[in-house]
Protein backbone atom coordinates (compact mmCIF):
# COMPACT_ATOMS: atom_id res chain seq x y z
CA UNK A 1 0.00 0.00 0.00
CA UNK A 2 1.75 3.27 -0.90
CA UNK A 3 1.94 5.97 1.60
CA UNK A 4 2.12 9.32 1.25
CA UNK A 5 4.30 12.25 2.71
CA UNK A 6 2.98 15.80 2.59
CA UNK A 7 3.63 18.82 4.73
CA UNK A 8 1.74 19.47 7.67
CA UNK A 9 0.62 22.81 6.99
CA UNK A 10 1.14 25.54 4.48
CA UNK A 11 0.39 29.40 4.76
CA UNK A 12 -0.14 31.72 1.62
CA UNK A 13 -1.16 35.36 1.25
CA UNK A 14 -4.74 35.01 -1.01
CA UNK A 15 -4.34 35.70 -4.65
CA UNK A 16 -1.12 34.24 -4.81
CA UNK A 17 -0.47 30.42 -6.59
CA UNK A 18 0.04 27.35 -3.96
CA UNK A 19 1.87 24.24 -4.80
CA UNK A 20 1.47 21.54 -2.27
CA UNK A 21 3.86 18.44 -3.06
CA UNK A 22 3.12 14.94 -2.22
CA UNK A 23 5.47 12.17 -1.99
CA UNK A 24 4.90 8.67 -2.43
CA UNK A 25 7.85 6.60 -3.55
CA UNK A 26 6.36 3.22 -3.66
CA UNK A 27 3.91 3.80 -5.80
CA UNK A 28 2.38 1.41 -8.06
CA UNK A 29 1.75 1.35 -11.79
CA UNK A 30 -1.68 0.66 -11.53
CA UNK A 31 -1.98 3.15 -9.05
CA UNK A 32 -3.62 6.85 -9.54
CA UNK A 33 -2.91 9.76 -7.99
CA UNK A 34 -5.99 11.53 -5.83
CA UNK A 35 -6.27 14.56 -4.38
CA UNK A 36 -9.10 16.17 -1.63
CA UNK A 37 -10.13 19.09 0.14
CA UNK A 38 -11.81 19.14 3.27
CA UNK A 39 -13.29 21.48 5.55
CA UNK A 40 -14.20 22.02 8.61
CA UNK A 41 -16.84 19.56 9.68
CA UNK A 42 -17.38 18.42 6.10
CA UNK A 43 -16.18 15.41 4.36
CA UNK A 44 -13.47 15.62 1.62
CA UNK A 45 -14.28 16.45 -1.44
CA UNK A 46 -12.16 15.56 -4.50
CA UNK A 47 -10.44 18.13 -6.36
CA UNK A 48 -8.08 16.59 -9.38
CA UNK A 49 -6.89 12.60 -10.10
CA UNK A 50 -4.10 11.55 -12.56
CA UNK A 51 -2.20 9.24 -13.59
CA UNK A 52 1.10 10.70 -15.27
CA UNK A 53 2.12 14.28 -16.50
CA UNK A 54 -0.33 17.23 -16.14
CA UNK A 55 -3.81 17.13 -15.34
CA UNK A 56 -5.70 20.37 -15.24
CA UNK A 57 -9.65 21.47 -14.12
CA UNK A 58 -12.20 24.14 -13.59
CA UNK A 59 -10.23 24.56 -9.78
CA UNK A 60 -6.74 23.34 -10.25
CA UNK A 61 -3.94 21.42 -11.53
CA UNK A 62 -2.28 18.28 -10.89
CA UNK A 63 1.63 17.96 -11.78
CA UNK A 64 3.35 14.22 -11.57
CA UNK A 65 6.82 14.10 -13.09
CA UNK A 66 7.57 10.68 -15.51
CA UNK A 67 9.09 8.82 -12.23
CA UNK A 68 5.25 9.19 -10.33
CA UNK A 69 7.45 9.32 -7.10
CA UNK A 70 5.75 12.46 -5.99
CA UNK A 71 2.79 15.10 -7.29
CA UNK A 72 1.82 18.79 -6.86
CA UNK A 73 -1.47 19.87 -6.23
CA UNK A 74 -1.14 23.53 -7.90
CA UNK A 75 -4.37 25.65 -6.52
CA UNK A 76 -4.03 29.54 -8.71
CA UNK A 77 -4.94 32.72 -7.09
CA UNK A 78 -6.17 31.47 -3.90
CA UNK A 79 -8.74 33.05 -1.63
CA UNK A 80 -10.19 32.74 1.70
CA UNK A 81 -12.19 30.25 0.68
CA UNK A 82 -9.14 27.59 -0.28
CA UNK A 83 -8.48 27.82 3.57
CA UNK A 84 -8.69 23.67 3.96
CA UNK A 85 -6.95 20.23 4.59
CA UNK A 86 -5.82 19.35 1.63
CA UNK A 87 -5.16 14.82 1.47
CA UNK A 88 -2.77 13.23 -1.52
CA UNK A 89 -3.84 9.47 -2.06
CA UNK A 90 -2.36 6.90 -3.97
CA UNK A 91 -4.46 4.05 -5.26
CA UNK A 92 -7.75 3.26 -6.54
CA UNK A 93 -6.83 1.90 -9.87
CA UNK A 94 -6.29 -1.30 -9.28
CA UNK A 95 -7.67 -3.38 -12.38
CA UNK A 96 -8.65 -6.72 -9.81
CA UNK A 97 -11.55 -5.23 -7.34
CA UNK A 98 -10.95 -2.98 -4.92
CA UNK A 99 -7.67 -1.85 -3.66
CA UNK A 100 -7.20 -0.34 0.01
CA UNK A 101 -6.02 3.53 0.09
CA UNK A 102 -4.94 5.43 2.84
CA UNK A 103 -5.32 8.84 3.36
CA UNK A 104 -2.31 10.83 5.33
CA UNK A 105 -2.83 13.47 7.40
CA UNK A 106 -3.14 15.93 4.60
CA UNK A 107 -1.68 19.77 4.40
CA UNK A 108 -3.74 22.43 6.36
CA UNK A 109 -3.28 25.34 4.15
CA UNK A 110 -4.00 28.90 5.60
CA UNK A 111 -5.18 31.37 2.97
CA UNK A 112 -4.25 34.81 4.83
CA UNK A 113 -6.05 38.05 3.63
CA UNK B 1 -24.67 14.93 -8.52
CA UNK B 2 -23.99 12.33 -5.99
CA UNK B 3 -25.23 12.15 -2.76
CA UNK B 4 -23.92 10.23 0.36
CA UNK B 5 -26.12 10.83 3.44
CA UNK B 6 -25.32 10.31 7.14
CA UNK B 7 -28.38 10.02 9.06
CA UNK B 8 -27.03 11.93 11.99
CA UNK B 9 -24.21 14.61 12.44
CA UNK B 10 -24.08 14.78 16.26
CA UNK B 11 -24.50 11.61 18.12
CA UNK B 12 -24.17 11.38 21.98
CA UNK B 13 -24.21 7.76 23.68
CA UNK B 14 -23.04 5.97 26.84
CA UNK B 15 -20.44 3.42 27.75
CA UNK B 16 -21.73 0.29 26.93
CA UNK B 17 -24.57 0.99 24.11
CA UNK B 18 -24.57 -0.41 20.36
CA UNK B 19 -24.34 2.38 18.08
CA UNK B 20 -25.49 2.53 15.38
CA UNK B 21 -24.34 5.20 12.68
CA UNK B 22 -26.03 4.95 9.14
CA UNK B 23 -24.74 5.94 5.41
CA UNK B 24 -27.24 6.23 2.04
CA UNK B 25 -25.98 6.98 -1.36
CA UNK B 26 -27.93 7.10 -3.86
CA UNK B 27 -26.00 6.79 -7.13
CA UNK B 28 -25.50 3.00 -7.31
CA UNK B 29 -22.25 2.60 -5.88
CA UNK B 30 -20.96 -0.76 -5.83
CA UNK B 31 -18.31 0.35 -3.02
CA UNK B 32 -18.99 1.76 0.94
CA UNK B 33 -16.51 2.78 3.67
CA UNK B 34 -16.45 4.14 6.43
CA UNK B 35 -13.83 5.70 8.22
CA UNK B 36 -13.14 7.72 11.57
CA UNK B 37 -10.81 10.82 11.77
CA UNK B 38 -9.14 11.83 14.30
CA UNK B 39 -7.06 15.06 15.02
CA UNK B 40 -3.20 14.46 13.89
CA UNK B 41 -4.68 11.04 12.54
CA UNK B 42 -6.29 12.11 9.42
CA UNK B 43 -8.81 9.49 8.39
CA UNK B 44 -8.29 5.61 8.59
CA UNK B 45 -10.30 2.77 7.31
CA UNK B 46 -12.64 0.55 9.07
CA UNK B 47 -14.44 -1.89 6.82
CA UNK B 48 -15.50 -0.99 3.47
CA UNK B 49 -18.09 -2.85 1.24
CA UNK B 50 -17.62 -4.05 -2.22
CA UNK B 51 -20.78 -5.43 -2.89
CA UNK B 52 -24.51 -6.27 -0.98
CA UNK B 53 -23.67 -8.35 2.40
CA UNK B 54 -19.95 -8.31 1.39
CA UNK B 55 -17.47 -6.64 3.84
CA UNK B 56 -13.66 -5.96 4.17
CA UNK B 57 -12.27 -5.04 7.52
CA UNK B 58 -9.85 -1.73 6.76
CA UNK B 59 -7.21 -0.63 8.89
CA UNK B 60 -8.78 -0.30 12.36
CA UNK B 61 -11.67 -2.38 12.54
CA UNK B 62 -11.75 -3.68 15.86
CA UNK B 63 -14.96 -2.95 18.30
CA UNK B 64 -16.55 -2.19 15.19
CA UNK B 65 -18.91 -4.36 12.28
CA UNK B 66 -20.99 -2.84 9.26
CA UNK B 67 -23.92 -4.13 7.96
CA UNK B 68 -25.22 -4.10 3.89
CA UNK B 69 -28.45 -5.79 3.03
CA UNK B 70 -29.05 -3.36 0.48
CA UNK B 71 -27.20 -1.70 -2.44
CA UNK B 72 -27.52 2.00 -1.16
CA UNK B 73 -27.21 1.56 2.37
CA UNK B 74 -24.18 0.73 4.54
CA UNK B 75 -24.13 0.41 8.55
CA UNK B 76 -21.45 0.56 10.98
CA UNK B 77 -22.08 -0.62 14.55
CA UNK B 78 -20.68 -0.03 17.83
CA UNK B 79 -20.86 -3.10 19.21
CA UNK B 80 -20.54 -1.65 22.92
CA UNK B 81 -19.05 1.86 23.03
CA UNK B 82 -16.14 3.11 24.70
CA UNK B 83 -15.22 6.22 25.13
CA UNK B 84 -11.90 5.79 22.64
CA UNK B 85 -14.33 5.39 20.00
CA UNK B 86 -15.47 9.42 20.00
CA UNK B 87 -14.68 10.94 16.48
CA UNK B 88 -15.58 11.54 13.48
CA UNK B 89 -17.18 8.86 11.55
CA UNK B 90 -17.26 9.28 7.63
CA UNK B 91 -18.87 7.61 5.14
CA UNK B 92 -17.87 7.49 1.14
CA UNK B 93 -19.17 5.42 -2.18
CA UNK B 94 -17.68 5.13 -5.05
CA UNK B 95 -18.76 3.56 -8.34
CA UNK B 96 -15.93 1.17 -8.99
CA UNK B 97 -12.31 0.99 -9.12
CA UNK B 98 -10.38 3.70 -10.03
CA UNK B 99 -13.81 6.40 -9.37
CA UNK B 100 -12.59 9.10 -6.73
CA UNK B 101 -14.55 9.02 -3.27
CA UNK B 102 -17.64 11.06 -2.80
CA UNK B 103 -18.20 11.67 1.09
CA UNK B 104 -21.05 12.20 3.50
CA UNK B 105 -20.88 15.07 5.90
CA UNK B 106 -19.84 12.98 8.98
CA UNK B 107 -21.31 12.13 12.06
CA UNK B 108 -19.34 13.73 15.40
CA UNK B 109 -20.09 10.68 18.18
CA UNK B 110 -19.09 11.28 21.61
CA UNK B 111 -19.51 8.45 24.11
CA UNK B 112 -19.72 9.72 27.53
Known amino acids: LAKTTQPISMDSYEGQEVNITCSHN???????ITWYQQFPSQGPRFIIQGYKTKVTNEVASLFIPADRKSSTLSLPRVSLSDTAVYYC??????????????FGTGTKLQVIP | DVKVTQSSRYLVKRTGEKVFLECVQD?????MFWYRQDPGLGLRLIYFSYDVKMKEKGDIPEGYSVSREKKERFSLILESASTNQTSMYLCASIRGVGQPQHFGDGTRLSIL
Open chain 1, 89 to 102: LVGEGSSGGYQKVT
Open chain 1, 26 to 32: NIATNDY
Open chain 2, 27 to 31: MDHEN
